[in-house]
């Protein structure tokens, strides 16, 4: 799945008025060779920030491109796995010998006592996502199924106007329709921007199901009065 880069700005909020001069990441590019869209794209558009207080590899001028911040600092890089994050928790890093279709690499967590690694995203954009839901309490998200997909993107909008929430708006979609209080144990994750919302439960078995309801019909059988869309949200989005 491709993460929706404009979904990504929504939780990123505005970028620094200072762009980040193409050269640097070309310069970047030719030292590592094509980097994963997502990742090329904040660099483009942001080109720093910090993850847990702790700041994320950029790039730099040609003159500065092995100062320790910038990615293509020596250190960085351990055979096919590249640093881009280090704070108390781990090491976060690419997974060069991983690349997706799309030309993604995915992140793995490696542990400073043990040296084990553990994925924790599909995608940069996905690592961004997954940070911001913990930063504000949702852990990697409401069910396995929409942790799954914030690795990927934190949320998207397809062209018929279906949309999936990200970490940046979820909780405040859910409390302006007062889901917990008219369908309690379940989860508004999306909606089709046409007054119908997407709906998962959060507790249970059937942590897969997306039901398709009327906003303004919530009830605690949503599974009952809603339209089964789908048992597999991100097989169905991979294939429509």
Do not use: K
Not at 82 to 103: K, Q, T, W
Not at 217 to 224: F, I, K, M, S
């Amino acid at each position: 799945m491709t993460p929706d880069l404009e979904q990504l700005r929504a939780l990123l909020g505005a970028p620094p008025r200072t762009a980040t001069p193409p050269h640097w990441i070309e310069h970047a590019e030719a030292v590592l060779g094509p980097l994963p869209p997502s990742y090329r794209w904040w660099l483009a558009e942001y080109g720093s920030g910090a993850v847990a207080g702790a700041p994320i590899a950029t790039v730099a001028p040609t003159d500065h491109a092995a100062d320790s911040d910038a990615v293509t600092a020596v250190w960085r890089r351990d055979g096919n796995r590249l640093c881009i994050h280090l704070d108390d928790g781990g090491e976060h890093r690419f997974a060069l010998d991983r690349p997706s279709a799309e030309g993604e690499w995915p992140i793995l967590r490696r542990d400073p006592f043990d040296g084990e690694e553990d994925l924790i995203a599909d995608t940069f954009a996905g690592f961004l996502a997954v940070h911001d839901a913990l930063a504000r309490g949702l852990r990697d998200g409401p069910n396995p199924t929409i942790a799954r997909l914030w690795r990927t993107t934190p949320g998207l909008l397809r062209p018929d106007g279906l949309l999936l929430y990200g970490p940046h708006e979820i909780a405040e979609r859910n409390e302006t329709f007062e889901v917990a209080q008219y369908a309690p144990g379940w989860t508004l994750v999306g909606d089709d921007s046409g007054g119908r919302g997407l709906l998962m439960r959060h507790h249970g078995r059937d942590r897969h199901s997306v039901y398709v309801l009327d906003l303004g019909a919530l009830g605690e059988d949503v599974a009952e009065d809603g339209d089964l869309l789908t048992d597999d949200l991100i097989g169905w989005l991979a294939a429509v």
